[in-house]
Each structure stands twice: as C-alpha cells, then as structure tokens.
C-alpha cells in the first residue's frame, strides 16, 4: 500500500507563496494529483501530472498561478502557489494513481491512494 505524507501548508496572507511537497512511500504511479477541499464544499481538483513524461494541468481557477512538478528520484510531488488568494484556503491533498494511465485524471474516483492532508490558509 503506497503512503503519501505532505507538508509545507501554513497562513500566508494574500499574494503570497507556499510550495507544498508529497513524498510517496514507493514509486508506482503512473498519475499524481492534487485536490482540496474547503469547509462546506467538495472536494475539487487542483493539478495532476503524468509521472513518466512530467506534462501537467490544472483547474481553471489555478492556471497561471500553481505549478506542479515531481522529483523522480525522491518521489516526491510538489505544489508551487503564487499570488495567493483567499478562496484558495483549503486542505490540499495529494493523490497517486497506480492503474495504467496516459490521459489527464481530474476526478478523484480516479486516484487509488490519498495522503491525510495539510492545510492551507490564506488571509486577505
């Protein structure tokens, strides 16, 4: 069973930047993923990256300003957020999908395993 831990959440204020990571237990993935989820509202997806080739995407409301790139060597996945904003104030979670993949997963049934979260707060 792959084990994903994150860390680097925390308060920022608004316009600010946060780098978030996820280091696997074991490389299996053919996709990784980011979701969040904000008190009251579901779950939503953030960025996925194919894990072979490294190509990215992301939702609408983060284009422009996150960016997710993995280190294959440490399978760790990592989360760049800049410009901050206060609606961005959730708890992110990273994904790995381990089934055979090579198009873009943006639904969280598509992932099989989920790190516990770490928390993002933005003030404005």
């Known amino acids: 069973q792959v084990q994903l831990t994150e860390s680097g959440g925390g308060l920022v204020q608004a316009g600010g930047s946060l780098r978030l990571s996820c280091v696997a237990s074991?490389?299996?993935?053919?996709?990784m993923g980011w979701f969040r989820q904000a008190p009251g509202k579901e779950r939503e997806f953030v960025a996925g990256i194919n894990w072979d080739i490294g190509t990215t995407y992301y939702a609408d409301s983060v284009k422009g300003r996150f960016t997710a790139s993995r280190d294959e060597f440490k399978n760790t996945l990592y989360l760049q957020m800049n410009n901050l904003k206060p609606e961005d104030t959730a708890l992110y979670s990273c994904?790995?999908?381990?089934?055979?993949?090579?198009?873009?997963?943006?639904?969280?049934?598509?992932?099989?395993?989920w790190g516990l979260g770490t928390q993002v707060t933005v003030s404005s």
């Open positions: 074991e490389h299996t993935s053919y996709t």
């Open positions: 994904a790995t999908r381990t089934r055979f993949s090579t198009t873009s997963r943006t639904r969280a049934y598509e992932y099989d395993y």
